[in-house]
């Protein structure tokens, strides 16, 4: 396996920081890209390769990314341990800040147990440009179909974006089983080209949100999933798969980081006033795009 250099690290690190948290697949470029280029890009970095160092980079760029989430939603994550310990001091779940912090654990559990069990046979058997240009597409079709089945005059009467804490007492008031069903759709994720925060973000729009506050449960739920897979991967780093790329891991790491920050603050505003259906048109063009320069190669 050649060692990742520090532009493919840090054009991959951009482009995770950017794509995992914008509707269109961080995992579906991370695989098309390479393999657009061409080339050393192409040989270098292959996410499906057995033990690959790619995949060990692309996952350790989570941490980075999640950090940033983090950050940028400090205060609410604040109140949702508080209410956590709260709920299980009293044992009960009876203000928002208790119901959030239960709806984003029930809402992690599904995709928690599916990643272990199928993300190694996903990676390997999807992990490859083909399929990710068709599940790109699909992505798309699945971000029109939310917008085209929204429910419209629920969705309208949504509290502001500004308004953090009514906005995450907004989300609070649903149920915790549809809060669930909103999480369990990350399990489409695994499938490269299948956005997490698309399909959390439609569901969410299904589940009677607004766009911005699906966006914002989007990203809670996001950041311990996203956490969790990046912390698994780290070790990896340290062993023969980090050999020779840790300072590439470091520098793809901080421009992830900084990418995502910026991205969470443009989607925050974007997501107040517009929908999903601009993200929709450019995962169907570019997965049919891709298609069609991979059937030509």
Same mark, same amino acid.
């Given at each position: 396996?050649? !060692?990742?250099?520090?532009?493919?690290?840090?054009?991959?690190?951009?482009?995770? +920081?950017?794509?995992?948290?914008?509707?269109?697949? #961080?995992? +579906? !470029? #991370? &695989?098309?890209?390479?393999?657009? *280029?061409?080339?050393?890009?192409?040989?270098?970095?292959?996410?499906?390769?057995?033990?690959?160092?790619?995949?060990?980079?692309?996952? +350790?760029? !989570?941490?980075?990314?999640?950090? @940033?989430?983090?950050?940028?939603?400090?205060?609410?994550?604040?109140? *949702?341990?508080? +209410?956590?310990?709260?709920?299980?001091?009293?044992?009960?779940?009876?203000?928002?800040?208790?119901?959030? /912090?239960?709806?984003? *654990?029930?809402?992690?559990?599904?995709?928690?147990?599916? =990643?272990?069990?199928?993300?190694?046979?996903?990676?390997?058997?999807?992990? %490859?440009?083909?399929?990710?240009?068709?599940?790109?597409?699909?992505?798309?079709?699945?971000?029109?179909?939310?917008?085209?089945?929204?429910?419209?005059?629920?969705?309208?009467?949504?509290?502001?974006?500004?308004?953090? @804490?009514?906005?995450?007492?907004? *989300? @609070?008031?649903?149920?915790?089983?549809?809060?669930?069903?909103?999480? $369990?759709?990350?399990?489409?994720?695994?499938?490269?080209?299948?956005?997490? $925060?698309?399909?959390?973000?439609?569901?969410?729009?299904?589940?009677?949100? $607004?766009?911005?506050?699906?966006?914002?449960?989007?990203?809670?739920?996001?950041?311990?999933?996203?956490?969790? /897979? =990046?912390?698994?991967?780290?070790?990896?780093?340290?062993?023969?798969?980090?050999?020779?790329?840790?300072?590439?891991?470091?520098?793809?790491?901080? @421009?992830?980081?900084?990418?995502?920050?910026?991205?969470?603050?443009?989607?925050? %505003?974007?997501?107040?006033?517009?929908?999903?259906?601009?993200?929709?048109?450019?995962?169907?063009?570019?997965? &049919?795009?891709?298609?069609?320069?991979?059937?030509?190669?």
């Amino acid at each position: 396996m050649n !060692h990742l250099t520090y532009p493919e690290a840090i054009v991959v690190g951009l482009l995770q +920081g950017v794509t995992e948290l914008f509707p269109v697949s #961080s995992l +579906g !470029h #991370s &695989v098309l890209l390479p393999a657009l *280029i061409g080339g050393r890009w192409a040989r270098d970095l292959d996410v499906s390769a057995p033990e690959s160092p790619y995949l060990a980079f692309v996952v +350790g760029l !989570h941490v980075a990314t999640a950090l @940033a989430l983090l950050l940028f939603f400090w205060r609410d994550w604040l109140r *949702i341990l508080t +209410g956590f310990g709260t709920s299980v001091r009293y044992r009960r779940i009876k203000t928002p800040d208790e119901r959030l /912090a239960w709806m984003i *654990i029930l809402a992690t559990i599904p995709v928690g147990i599916t =990643g272990l069990l199928l993300e190694h046979t996903f990676r390997t058997v999807l992990g %490859r440009p083909v399929p990710a240009a068709i599940f790109l597409t699909v992505n798309g079709v699945l971000l029109y179909g939310a917008e085209r089945l929204r429910r419209r005059a629920l969705a309208a009467a949504q509290t502001s974006w500004p308004e953090a @804490a009514a906005s995450d007492r907004q *989300i @609070a008031a649903g149920s915790l089983g549809g809060a669930t069903l909103v999480g $369990s759709a990350q399990v489409l994720a695994l499938l490269p080209g299948i956005s997490r $925060s698309g399909v959390t973000l439609g569901a969410g729009l299904l589940k009677g949100l $607004s766009h911005e506050d699906g966006a914002r449960f989007s990203f809670l739920l996001a950041t311990p999933v996203i956490l969790a /897979a =990046g912390v698994l991967k780290v070790p990896d780093l340290f062993g023969p798969l980090g050999e020779g790329i840790r300072g590439q891991v470091l520098a793809g790491s901080l @421009a992830s980081g900084v990418a995502a920050y910026c991205s969470v603050r443009f989607l925050t %505003r974007y997501f107040e006033t517009r929908t999903l259906t601009p993200f929709a048109v450019y995962c169907v063009a570019a997965g &049919v795009a891709a298609l069609v320069w991979l059937g030509l190669a």
